[in-house]
């Protein structure tokens, strides 16, 4: 019966990695439509778009991670 509850409770915490590819398609829409609205600053842009990136990456390295713990 544990087994089936870490099935389960993996199965849900994955659900933040539906959040994280929106978030990081999200990051990189409003990037291209910044720099096609503003192109003097593109390298400015980047920078911040990356490190968004970055940032949103990990939340999904931290969700693959509890999983492991879950499921292990």
């Given at each position: 019966m544990i087994v089936e509850f870490k099935?389960?409770?993996a199965g849900l915490a994955t659900i933040a990695l539906g959040g994280v590819g929106i978030g990081i398609g999200t990051i990189f829409s409003s990037?291209?439509?910044?720099?096609?609205?503003?192109?003097?600053?593109v390298k400015t842009?980047?920078?911040?778009?990356?490190?968004?990136?970055a940032l949103t990456e990990?939340?999904?390295l931290f969700t693959i991670m509890i999983v492991f713990l879950i499921l292990f």
């Amino acid at each position: 019966m544990i087994v089936e509850f870490k099935m389960v409770g993996a199965g849900l915490a994955t659900i933040a990695l539906g959040g994280v590819g929106i978030g990081i398609g999200t990051i990189f829409s409003s990037s291209l439509e910044s720099t096609s609205r503003n192109p003097s600053i593109v390298k400015t842009l980047f920078n911040y778009a990356i490190l968004g990136f970055a940032l949103t990456e990990a939340i999904a390295l931290f969700t693959i991670m509890i999983v492991f713990l879950i499921l292990f």
